[in-house]
């Protein structure tokens, strides 16, 4: 039990580690400033964040007020636009860039909550069929290829339209289908790490599976997680504005992306700011996390391909 | 090989099973499905006589083996709203869904490879630099702004396409382009790496040495070493296509099974979700047991596995 225990603290708190963690820090931030992608993508990310956590500091007007006397008002660079509204108004008389501050909360909710969701459902799955195998693997696999065969957008839009749209609805039906790409990366990544020496060494000494499991090789297989993780924060964001755009996300009056998008649509004809905006909020976001992500994934694990 | 066939088959014959569960519990998700069907004036002896009517008060499992038993015949009932049969709407839609995906997947395809292929060989110039930021933009957009933005462009200022509808072939470019961008981005990337990878191999090298021409190397040599991940992930990328095409269809009012879809979803006409839905991931699984299938062919070394 005592080399069991040396090598447990091996693992986690020793000086020397804390030491090499400090130098790999140093090194990890050391190319994040030489790689201006992910700089603008860090940066892009701010804006975002910062947004959404200030959305009543930075916003100039109310994200719900109506004025119909000021409705469809172009941004501020046209002859016809106001400095009240710097990216005009929408079909309610709606100030669009306030709109879109606040509409940052729900992108970054939906992102980050739905992520954290399916990537612990995913990690722990993966974790488990790799480890285990047999038919723990067989099932959690074939599970993955019926979920896979769904077109992901349609089975969220057909169970968000049944059960009802609303924030919570959409969080847990995009949290709990999203657990396969983890999955079966890690589950990949488990069977090369099970067979190496130091596992066969831990059994050995007589370690128990749930310790070796959690203490040894999950620190071991958690980078291509963090990757996809990043990857799927994008995906997700992107999945919530797909369903508010067809109408099945978070309602009105409440300002999501996707639902602005929605509205612009239909006066694409003499308002083109309407659409447009919103849109570009969502691309430079998802481009922002993406640039983060193949940053994270060139530094952590570049052999792995997502 | 007849041996991983036949594990391939019983495999995919499981996931169909169990796309068929998922697909009959789309709609008892809420314990009852007849609040979602009937009208919310409904009285309680209409919804009592409903209930019965259609089975809904029978156990679960009861009510499974009827669905699975119509779908087997190919009967999802008749849709509430086009009193059709359902699967007769789904079949009859698909052409269309079928030619815009495969459009998409054309011009996707014949704009990445040479994308790829041409910024892997002059790796790092202008033209790699550029290739690249475009598929990351497009990697990074949504499918249904860049189909807005492409009917606000071309449709409404420079009136050069036509926006809504099926017709001529000049209504499929704009649909097929919004659809097709993501798959064009992801492909031009993946034949990128895998072309840079494959350039920095010996036997490349020993190529070179010998004086066989460039472009004979670049194409002979290493896109035909290159072409099994690229074209996996084609295939694979069809389903992707499939569940844009219900973004894409509804945006412009293509008349295919996306389009049917959404619009059932919004009617609450289910015999058609459930018929549409049955059908679509059917279709996928059957693609990628097809491209399984291939790739064992294409690539020897899978079969020893």
């Known amino acids: 039990m005592e080399a069991l225990e040396a090598i447990d603290k091996a693992h986690g708190e020793s000086s020397l580690a804390q030491l090499e963690k400090g130098l790999e820090f140093r090194k990890i931030a050391r ?276 | 090989m007849k041996k991983h066939l036949i594990r391939r088959f019983f495999q995919t014959f499981l996931v169909l099973l169990g796309v068929s569960i998922v697909t009959f519990a789309i709609l008892h998700l809420t314990g009852d499905p007849t609040a979602l069907l009937l009208p919310q004036e409904a009285t309680a002896e209409d919804r009592a006589r409903f209930r019965h009517e259609m089975g809904f008060d029978d156990p679960l499992i009861v009510q499974y083996g009827r669905f699975l038993k119509g779908a087997l015949r190919g009967d999802f009932g008749l849709s509430f709203r086009h009193n059709q049969p359902a699967l007769q709407l789904v079949w009859d839609r698909m052409p269309a869904t079928v030619q815009l995906t495969l459009a998409a997947m054309l011009i996707s395809v014949s704009i990445a490879v040479p994308i790829g292929i041409l910024s892997a060989v002059k790796r790092n110039s202008l033209l790699d630099h550029v290739g690249m930021v475009i598929a990351l933009l497009g990697q990074s957009m949504p499918v249904f702004w860049l189909g807005i933005m492409l009917i606000l462009v071309f449709g409404v200022k420079l009136r050069l396409l036509p926006a809504f509808g099926m017709g001529g072939i000049d209504h499929l470019i704009l649909p097929a382009l919004t659809l097709g961008m993501f798959t064009m981005a992801r492909t031009a990337r993946l034949t990128r790496s895998e072309m840079l990878e494959i350039l920095g191999q010996e036997y490349i090298r020993t190529a070179r040495a010998k004086g066989v021409p460039p472009w004979s190397v670049i194409l002979r040599h290493a896109l035909k070493n290159a072409a099994i991940p690229i074209v996996t992930v084609i295939g694979l990328e069809m389903g992707t296509l499939l569940g844009g095409a219900i973004i894409t269809e509804t945006i412009f009012a293509w008349p295919g099974v996306g389009r049917l879809t959404v619009q059932a979803i919004y009617n609450r006409d289910f015999p058609v979700v459930q018929a549409a839905v049955f059908t679509l991931a059917c279709i996928f699984v059957l693609i990628n047991f097809v491209v399984d299938i291939l790739y064992t062919y294409l690539d020897p070394r899978v079969r020893y596995e």
């Open chain 1, 31 to 306: 190319s994040l400033f030489k790689s201006k992608a992910a700089l603008a993508g860090l940066f892009i990310l701010f804006i975002v964040i910062a947004s959404a956590l200030l959305a009543p500091y930075l916003a100039p007007q109310d994200p719900i007020a109506q004025d119909i006397n000021n409705r469809l008002k172009p941004p501020v660079w046209d002859p016809k636009g106001s400095r009240e509204h710097l990216l005009g108004t929408d079909h309610l008389g709606r100030d669009i860039l306030s709109r879109l501050i606040y509409g940052s909360r729900i992108s970054l909710i939906v992102g980050l909550s739905t992520v954290l969701i399916s990537g612990t459902i995913g990690i722990l799955i993966g974790l488990i069929a790799g480890y285990y195998g047999s038919w723990l693997d067989d099932i959690f696999m074939r599970l993955a290829d019926i979920q896979l065969a769904f077109p992901f957008i349609l089975l969220s839009i057909a169970v968000v339209a049944v059960l009802g749209p609303s924030l919570r609805n959409i969080i847990i039906v995009l949290g709990i289908t999203g657990w396969v790409v983890y999955a079966r990366v890690i589950r990949a990544e488990v069977l090369s790490v099970r067979e190496l020496e130091f596992i066969e060494a831990i059994h050995a000494l007589g370690g128990q599976n749930l310790r070796i499991l959690f203490r040894h090789i999950l620190p071991n297989v958690i980078s291509p997680g963090i990757v996809i993780a990043t990857l799927e924060v994008a995906r997700m964001i992107i999945l919530e504005s797909a369903l508010s755009f067809l109408g099945l996300g978070v309602q009105p009056p409440t300002p999501t992306w996707g639902g602005m998008l929605n509205d612009g649509r239909q006066y694409i004809y003499n308002a083109w700011w309407l659409a447009t905006f919103p849109g570009l909020a969502i691309m430079l976001t998802v481009l922002g996390i993406n640039l983060l992500g193949d940053w994270i994934r060139d530094t952590l694990d570049p052999r792995l391909e997502i």
